[in-house]
């Protein structure tokens, strides 16, 4: 088994962050949680290693589970329902849906938002390429029944 040191080397080219980054995950952290809280988990840049490959999207949204505080995990091989990636201003919209296509669906992720700060917009990607662009309004991801206005998404 690796050292913390490799596991972590494993996720470096995921993505740097920036400060309007980490303004939308919280952001949407707040919202799912606000929303959603009884009904999923809603977890934060969480490692997974999936059969497909390891990732670390900006949130994950699982069924619900309850907190094992005596036992942690430090990379988690759970699928989640649902992943949110924000497009960080360092990478490139291909290398992103590359991930997507090849680590998440695979893994059997129902759901990927999409999002892109600079203009505003969430893409919800699906396994069958089907996708569901969201500029304005309510955005809606038919997997999960979650539904987010998009002007609170990107308040500020």
């Known amino acids: 088994m690796g050292t913390l040191i490799e596991l972590a080397s494993d996720f470096e080219d995921e993505k740097m962050s920036s400060l309007n980054r980490s303004a939308l995950q919280s952001q949407f952290a707040y919202l799912l949680m606000l929303a959603y809280r009884t009904q999923y988990s809603i977890l934060t840049e ?13 949130l994950a949204i699982m069924p619900k589970r309850r907190a094992n505080w005596l036992a942690d995990e430090i990379i988690v091989q759970d699928v989640p329902l649902t992943t949110i990636e924000i497009l960080s201003p360092e990478q490139s919209l291909n290398s992103l849906t590359d991930r997507i296509y090849k680590k998440h669906f695979p893994a059997g992720v129902k759901s990927v938002w999409l999002v892109v700060p600079t203009v505003q917009t969430v893409s919800i990607l699906l396994p069958d390429r089907q996708q569901l662009n969201f500029s304005s309004g309510i955005v809606a991801d038919p997997i999960t029944g979650i539904q987010l206005n998009l002007n609170e998404i990107f308040e500020g």
């Not at 997974?48 to 390891?54: I, W």
């Open 46 to 58: 969480l490692d997974f290693n999936f059969a497909s490959g390891k990732t670390r999207p900006d």
